[in-house]
């Protein structure tokens, strides 16, 4: 008996995982040109938000739309986020910088967080993705 309950308990719980995916459009809004590529990256830990992507949670790229260029990211499983994203405007699959480092190429968080000296912090990006369908806007710069 205590094998069957454990099979149900362990059937609604994968169940409940499933129907906790949201989806998340992001409005990118101050895009300069159709030229390259807007990448969007969620993050769900502070020590690699914003530059270490390949431990995003996703990360998603579209051809760049001057103005505003969206982007769907789907399957994200409901909780708390930062988002970055990144004119790449010459397709290298880099941030350019100038010789001090700093982005020569548009850049952009949720919450509109900004770095001072530096990337912006996690906790200052950090949104609620809770709802199934969520809109966010970022601008650029």
Do not use: R, W
Not at 17 to 29: D, L, R
């Amino acid at each position: 008996m205590k094998k069957i309950i454990l099979v149900i308990a362990s059937f609604f719980s994968v169940i409940s995982v499933k129907s906790q995916t949201v989806n998340v459009i992001v409005v990118v809004s101050n895009v300069s040109s159709d030229k390259g590529i807007v990448k969007v990256c969620v993050f769900n830990k502070a020590d690699a938000y914003p530059e270490k992507t390949n431990l995003a949670v996703k990360c998603i790229t579209t051809k760049a739309t001057k103005g505003i260029t969206k982007i769907k990211v789907d399957g994200i499983i409901a909780g708390k986020y930062a988002i970055a994203v990144h004119h790449d405007e010459n397709n290298d699959g880099k941030v350019n910088t100038n010789f001090v480092g700093i982005p020569k190429e548009a850049m952009g968080s949720s919450n509109g967080a900004k770095g001072s000296m530096g990337a912006p912090k996690y906790k200052d990006a950090e949104i609620s993705l809770l709802n199934e369908q969520n809109v966010i806007s970022i601008k650029i710069e």
